[in-house]
T-cell receptor, first 112, second 114 residues
Framework: DGGITQSPKYLFRKEGQNVTLSCEQN?????MYWYRQDPGQGLRLIYY???????QKGDIAEGYSVSREKKESFPLTVTSAQKNPTAFYLC???????????FGSGTRLTVV | GESVGLHLPTLSVQEGDNSIINCAYS??????FIWYKQESGKGPQFIID?????DKRQGQRVTVLLNKTVKHLSLQIAATQPGDSAVYFC?????????????FGQGTTLQVKP
């Protein structure tokens, strides 16, 4: 079955640590996105990539980094510079810029 | 600036009734709109979409209405069921941008009472 997979489902980070969230898709989609969701709020765009080896900052990129070395993969690193990383992180992909996204099931990150 | 908003944060309906969830958008250049459903702890799921050359589109038990004059989008759910309980988001894509970025609203929580 085609889909988009995020792992892990739950992740705990200590203060000062970098952590990487995985996002893999086998839908052959060119575009991939990372969103952050806080309680009672909508989705805020962190980074997006329309093609391999290229990505752009979204609205809240500070404290995050990404890479897009393969079409199928778009990992997100939450760095120690992100002061409030506790949130629900969603990865999405789309076949083109003119259709909707397919979302993963999310990773819940908690700072301990 | 661009914004997509929902009129009510929570909507409570009786099982079997019809539900209407509203969304206002501010960018007149937006030409593609989507409704997503998000259940607790899960990623959003696509429900239905509509392009600006249409004013109505129907799916299974759902209908999306687009009023470009007042920049308003609505999602109608017929015969609401307990499984419809979730947060519903509208999203827009502006025709002037080729980035594919969707702008999401804050979401409306739909509660279905048995």
């Amino acid at each position: 079955d085609g889909g988009i997979t995020q792992s892990p489902k739950y992740l705990f980070r200590k203060e000062g640590q970098n952590v990487t969230l995985s996002c893999e898709q086998n839908l052959n989609h060119d575009a991939m996105y990372w969103y952050r969701q806080d309680p009672g709020q909508g989705l805020r765009l962190i980074y997006y990539s329309q093609i391999v080896n290229d990505f752009q900052k979204g609205d809240i990129a500070e404290g995050y980094s990404v890479s897009r070395e393969k079409k199928e993969s778009f990992p997100l690193t939450v760095t120690s510079a992100q002061k409030n990383p506790t949130a629900f992180y969603l990865c999405a992909s789309s076949i083109s810029s003119r259709v909707g996204y397919t979302f993963g099931s999310g990773t819940r990150l908690t700072v301990v | 600036g661009e914004s997509v908003g929902l009129h009510l944060p929570t909507l409570s309906v009786q099982e079997g009734d019809n539900s209407i969830i509203n969304c206002a958008y501010s960018n007149s250049a937006s030409d593609y709109f989507i409704w997503y459903k998000q259940e607790s702890g899960k990623g959003p799921q696509f429900i239905i979409d509509i392009r600006s050359n249409m004013d109505k589109r129907q799916g299974q038990r759902v209908t999306v209405l687009l009023n470009k004059t007042v920049k308003h989008l609505s999602l109608q759910i017929a015969a609401t069921q307990p499984g419809d309980s979730a947060v519903y988001f509208c999203a827009e894509n502006t025709g002037s941008s080729n980035t594919g970025k969707l702008i999401f609203g804050q979401g409306t929580t739909l509660q279905v009472k048995p």
